[in-house]
């Protein structure tokens, strides 16, 4: 089993500043990573697929990088609405898919 | 619109077994599969498993393999995950999702893009 490991936990970030999460799986994947945001009492919303390629309706302060085992999301310039959970997900033994533990990222 | 309706709360007593459903529409359910994902209280995502609409067959994640039934009826639209043995862990959110499928020169990339509103089940005696 593909085991996703996220850093950090948690993230002290102020409104306007960059944050960078960081994802690693335990074995190559390629590109086939995803990243989503999760707000409280809400359902993951999908952000990146492909490691780096935005949804659909995603802002462009949003954006992934890496490929093989490391993989990052950044926020340009962090916005309140985007104080949030994040998760990873690979796909690269679809059907199956394992997540990250999450990074939450909170206004410092 | 692709929508996924899930069906309502559950509460259990330990030991039992939980029966929830996703009712798809807006897409041909037997063209996509369709994963189920856990969201204990205040705890990450772990994907649980997935079905093949066009033909029941179905992959689980290792921590769930033989408490979990993942199911799909074509003729109702509708995917089931049942969950038996119940104990106290398991109280959480469920939640159905299906992808869209993106493909570049080199590859295919399956993202998770579509989600069911979620459903609480709580185990307690």
């Known amino acids: 089993e593909i085991v996703m490991t996220q850093s950090p936990a948690t993230l002290s970030v102020s409104p306007g500043e960059r944050a960078t999460l960081s994802c690693r799986a335990s074995q190559s994947i390629t590109n086939k990573l995803a990243w989503f945001q999760q707000k409280p009492g809400q359902g993951p919303r999908l952000l990146i697929y492909?490691?780096?390629t935005r949804a659909t309706g995603i802002p462009a302060r949003f954006s992934g990088s890496g490929s093989g085992t490391e993989f990052t999301l950044t926020i340009s310039s962090l916005q309140s609405e985007d104080f949030a959970v994040y998760y990873c997900q690979q796909y690269d033994n679809w059907p199956r898919g394992t997540f990250g533990g999450g990074t939450k990222v909170e206004i410092k | 619109e692709v929508q996924l309706e899930q069906s309502g709360a559950e509460v259990k007593k330990p030991g039992a077994t939980v029966k929830i459903s996703c009712k798809v529409s807006g897409y041909i359910f037997t063209n996509y599969y369709l994963h189920w994902v856990q969201q204990a209280p205040g705890k990450g995502l772990e994907w649980m498993g997935v079905v093949d609409p066009e033909n029941g067959e179905t992959k689980y994640a290792e921590n769930f393999q033989g408490r979990v039934t993942i199911t799909a009826d074509t003729s109702t639209e509708r995917a089931y995950l049942e969950l038996s043995s119940l104990r106290s862990e398991d109280t959480a959110v469920y939640y159905c999702?299906?992808?869209?499928?993106?493909?570049?020169?080199?590859?295919?990339?399956?993202?998770?893009?579509?989600w069911g509103q979620g459903t609480l089940v709580t185990v307690s005696s």
């Open positions: 492909g490691a780096s």
């Open positions: 999702a299906t992808y869209s499928v993106y493909c570049t020169t080199t590859n295919c990339h399956h993202a998770l893009d579509k």
